[in-house]
C-alpha cells in the first residue's frame, strides 16, 4: 500500500537547471533547448537573451527572479521557494540560468534545497562565460609556450564572510613563478585591490591584462592593457558590471586572434520591422554579421473577415492557367484554405496550373508543399517582373493572384495590359500590432544606427506609431529593401541611405555590410 508521502513525491515535477551560456543564444546546449520545449514553468535570471525565453510553450509560466547592482528581484532562499512550491505542483520547471548553474551560479545551492526537500531535479550543464567571454575577444585561455593551466576566481565573495578567504597576494606569487592564466569574474568593483595584491605578491606590473564586458553579447567590450593602467583604461571606456578580467600572456594573442568585434556590422543596432514570423531570417543574418537586431515589428498578418472570394477562386483552381504567388504569407494562406476545406486538398489542386512565384523566399515555401514554380523573376520588384513576364502570351490567360488586402495592383494591372484575365484576391490581412506606439517611441528614444523597412507597410506604419514625426529617425541609417519601398519611405519625409540590390533579406544584409565596411 502506497502512504501518502510515496503518493505526494510521485505526482511531484521536476526541476531543471539549465545552463543558457553567458550571452549569445547560440551557445545553449540542444538538451536545454528540449527541457524549455517541455518546460510548464520557466524561472529565469537577468543575464540572458530574452530570445531563449520563445523556446517554451507559449502557456508555460515565466518567473523573473534576476538581480542587478543593488537590486533583487527574489532572495535566494525566496527562489529556492518558487522551485520548491512548483515542482510540488507537478509542474515541469526548467530554471534558467547564464553560463553554467555550477560555476558561481549558485546552482548548488538550489540543487541541494531540492534534494532536501526529495524533489526529482536535473543538471544540464551550460558554457560559462569564462571560456566562452574570453574564446569571443579573441583570447584562448591556454596555448601552448605561454599558459599551460588557468584559474577561475569569484572577484565577488559572499557579503556574509568575515574576510576574504581568497589570498590574492599568494595567487600573484604563483603566477609569477609558474606562469598561466587568470580569470576574475564579477570583479570589476573591486578589481584595483585585486590587481594591486598580485603585484604585491611579485607579479610584475606589465603583465597583460584584458577586461571583457559583457562577454559574447551584441555589445561586447574589451578594454585591454597591463596590471598598471588596466583600471585607469577601463574607467576611462566607462566599463561597468558585467566585466571579467584576463590576466597573463595570453591576452597578447588577441589582435591576431580576434574575430568577433571584427565582424562588419558588429555593435550596430538595427531595427528589424518586420512581423514577427517573418524577421527571423533577417535577425539570423544580422547576428551571423555582428548586428544588434531589434526586434519591432510595425506589421502582423491576420486571417480574413471574408473568406469568401478566396474559397471561391480555390474551387475553381482548374479553370486558371497560372497562379502567381508574390510571398510566403501568401502561400500559407492559401495552403492553410486549401487544408480546411471540406474535402482535404494540397498540392495536387493546382495540377495544371502553372506558378509564378516572387521571390526566392516564396518559391522555397512552395517547394515545402511540393510545388516547383514555372517562372522565378530575377528581382522581385512588381515593375520589373511585368516586363520579365511579358516574354510569354498572356492573351485570354486566366491568372489567380493571392496577396494582401492591402497589396499593390501593378503585377495585376500590368498582366491585364498584356490580355490576362485576372483575379485578385485576398488571402491575408495586415495589420499594424496592437500598443506598437508606444513600443516604438521607447526603441527609437533608446537609440538605434540602422532602421530596416522590407516593405512599404513597414514602413508606413512605423510612421503611424511615430505620428509622422520623421525627424525621430534622422540619426538612424534608413535601409530599404528595393526602390520601392524606398519611394514609399521617401513619400513619408524619411531621407533613405540604402536601398539593397538584391530585393530580399539576404540583399538587404549584403548591402548594410558593404556600407559599413567603407
Not at 532562499?77 to 512550491?85: A, R
Not at 520547471?93 to 532536501?116: H, M, S
Not at 539570423?284 to 474559397?311: K, N, R, W
Not at 513576364?389 to 488586402?405: F, H, M, Q, T, Y
Amino acid at each position: 500500500m502506497v502512504n501518502k508521502a510515496q503518493a505526494n513525491k510521485a505526482q511531484a515535477g521536476k526541476v531543471h537547471l539549465v545552463g543558457a551560456g553567458p550571452g549569445d543564444p547560440g551557445l545553449i546546449t540542444q538538451k536545454g533547448l528540449l527541457c524549455l520545449g517541455k518546460a510548464q514553468v520557466v524561472v529565469y535570471d537577468r543575464l540572458l537573451d530574452p530570445s531563449l525565453l520563445e523556446a517554451a510553450p507559449e502557456s508555460a509560466e515565466r518567473i523573473f527572479v534576476g538581480k542587478g547592482r543593488g537590486n533583487q528581484a527574489l532572495t535566494q532562499e525566496e527562489i529556492n521557494q518558487v522551485l520548491i512550491n512548483r515542482a510540488e505542483a507537478g509542474l515541469n520547471v526548467v530554471r534558467l540560468k547564464g553560463g553554467d548553474p555550477f560555476v558561481f551560479g549558485r546552482g548548488g545551492e538550489e540543487a541541494l534545497a531540492l534534494a532536501e526537500r526529495g524533489l526529482s531535479f536535473e543538471i544540464v550543464p551550460g558554457v560559462t562565460s569564462a571560456v566562452a567571454a574570453a574564446a569571443y575577444a579573441g583570447i584562448p585561455v591556454t596555448h601552448r609556450g605561454i599558459a599551460s593551466s588557468f584559474t577561475v576566481v569569484s572577484g565577488s565573495e559572499d557579503p556574509t564572510k568575515p574576510e576574504s578567504t581568497i589570498e590574492w597576494q599568494a595567487m600573484g606569487e604563483s603566477l609569477s613563478r609558474t606562469g598561466g592564466t587568470l580569470e576574475v569574474l564579477m570583479g570589476w568593483n573591486s578589481l584595483e585591490p585585486i590587481l594591486e595584491a598580485l603585484v604585491r605578491g611579485g607579479l610584475a606590473s606589465t603583465t597583460p591584462v584584458a577586461l571583457v564586458q559583457w562577454g559574447t553579447w551584441p555589445h561586447q567590450n574589451t578594454v585591454t592593457g597591463n596590471l598598471e593602467n588596466i583600471i585607469k583604461r577601463g574607467r576611462e571606456a566607462g566599463l561597468e558590471p558585467p566585466v571579467m578580467a584576463i590576466i597573463g600572456g595570453v591576452v597578447e594573442l588577441r589582435e591576431k586572434l580576434r574575430w568577433f568585434d571584427r565582424r562588419p556590422l558588429f555593435g550596430k543596432k538595427v531595427l528589424v520591422t518586420r512581423s514577427r514570423t517573418q524577421a527571423s531570417r533577417l535577425k539570423v543574418l544580422l547576428g551571423d554579421m555582428g548586428a544588434q537586431p531589434v526586434e519591432l515589428p510595425t506589421i502582423q498578418t491576420t486571417p480574413l473577415e471574408d473568406y469568401g472570394p478566396l474559397d471561391s477562386a480555390l474551387a475553381r483552381l482548374s479553370q486558371f492557367g497560372w497562379a502567381i504567388f508574390a510571398s510566403v504569407n501568401a502561400v500559407d494562406a492559401v495552403f492553410a484554405r486549401l487544408e480546411l476545406s471540406e474535402n482535404f486538398r494540397d498540392a495536387r489542386a493546382f495540377g495544371g496550373v502553372r506558378i509564378g512565384a516572387i521571390g526566392p523566399a516564396t518559391a522555397a515555401a512552395l517547394e515545402s508543399r511540393g510545388i516547383f514554380a514555372d517562372f522565378i523573376p530575377a528581382t522581385s520588384v512588381s515593375e520589373a517582373v511585368v516586363q520579365q513576364l511579358a516574354s510569354l502570351d498572356w492573351s485570354g490567360r486566366k491568372v489567380l493572384l493571392p496577396g494582401a488586402d492591402i497589396g499593390r495592383d501593378v503585377l495585376a494591372n500590368g498582366l491585364k495590359k498584356m490580355g490576362a484575365k485576372v483575379e485578385l484576391v485576398s488571402a491575408y490581412r495586415t495589420v499594424a500590432p496592437e500598443g506598437v506606439s508606444d513600443l516604438t517611441r521607447r526603441v527609437i528614444g533608446e537609440g538605434v544606427d540602422v532602421v530596416t523597412f522590407t516593405s512599404s507597410s513597414t514602413a508606413r506604419n512605423l510612421m503611424d506609431a511615430l505620428d509622422g514625426d520623421s525627424e525621430a529617425l534622422n540619426s538612424s541609417l534608413i535601409a530599404c529593401i528595393g526602390p520601392t519601398t524606398a519611394a514609399t519611405a521617401k513619400e513619408l519625409g524619411l531621407n533613405v541611405g540604402l536601398v539593397a540590390k538584391e530585393h530580399n533579406v539576404e540583399g538587404l544584409v549584403e548591402a548594410l555590410t558593404g556600407y559599413f565596411r567603407k
